[in-house]
């Protein structure tokens, strides 16, 4: 995590483009906004969304919650603030930032992948249990799990049309290998196919990200305290393991 992926740096421009924040996430954080409903243990007002990247699921949320937003990439935090200037945006890291308040929601969604050994993964969820409310529920959704995992899946998808400037053609590739089953850990392999007046430029980025069982995902939230349900999320083409953790009043 010392070296920043580009998509979150000098080609964090393409960000908002990967997805339209009012459909393919509003779809998720209705997900997640029923799950927090049907866990929580206490009167639910506000929400520390934990790697809010660029907003979009702030956008979303901030619907039914009050809504602060941490990550590490003061980029994607500028992102996020133009998204949502209405939302407080604070730069921290998962394994450690201390905000001196408590939440009744903490939401951990892809930026949870990030967590590449067991010791991140427990510091993360010590942080947000930190910052949570007795009775409060964490929702964490990790991109892949082992079970999970598929040798080479690669993705393909065009830039939302909503979004891109007219002169402006984006595909995102997306690939997943794991060169050593034995460790804890995946590689994703972004390329961008980028035309501008129809000339073509290619980019690309490397994210190491983090790929733990079930069981572990289980043990590391039950150590950190929580008490765990496991729910399901389906996005159309992918299907998803969603933790809804409560933390003990």
């Known amino acids: 995590m ?64 009050r809504v602060t937003g941490v990550d590490l990439s003061p980029t994607m935090i500028d992102q996020a603030k133009t998204l949502n200037p209405d939302c407080e945006f ?6 450690s930032f201390a ?19 067991h010791d991140d993964l427990s510091a993360a969820f010590r942080t947000a249990g930190n910052h949570l409310n ?29 979004l891109k400037p007219a002169n402006l053609d984006v595909i995102f590739i997306e690939n997943y290998y794991d060169p050593d089953p034995s460790d804890n850990h995946y590689e994703a392999t972004l390329l961008f196919l980028i035309r501008e007046d129809g000339v073509l430029r290619v980019e690309s980025d490397r994210h190491q990200l ?18 765990t349900h496991e729910e399901e999320y389906a996005d159309g083409q992918n299907e998803y393991t969603v933790f809804a953790s409560v933390k003990p009043e």
């Not at 339209?20 to 906004?33: F, M």
């Not at 007795?134 to 065009?158: H, S």
């Not at 983090?210 to 008490?227: E, H, K, M, Q």
């Open 2 to 65: 010392n070296n920043t992926p580009r998509l979150y740096s000098d080609l964090a421009w393409l960000w908002p483009l990967w997805g339209d924040a009012t459909v393919d996430y509003a779809h998720y954080c209705g997900r997640v906004t029923q799950l927090i409903r049907q866990y929580a243990r206490r009167p639910v007002g506000t929400l520390l969304n934990i790697g809010c990247g660029g907003g979009k699921n702030v956008l979303n949320l901030k619907k039914h919650f």
């Open 90 to 95: 604070i730069v921290g890291d998962m394994r």
């Open 99 to 117: 905000l001196g308040r408590t939440f009744d929601v903490v939401l951990m969604d892809d930026a949870i992948s990030f967590m590449i050994g």
């Open 134 to 162: 007795p009775g409060g529920v964490l929702i964490a959704t990790p991109d892949v799990t082992t079970e999970a995992f598929r040798q080479n899946q690669t993705t393909v998808t065009p830039a939302a049309v909503r």
């Open 210 to 227: 983090g790929l733990f069982s079930l069981d572990a995902w289980r043990s590391i939230l039950a150590a950190t305290g929580f008490v």
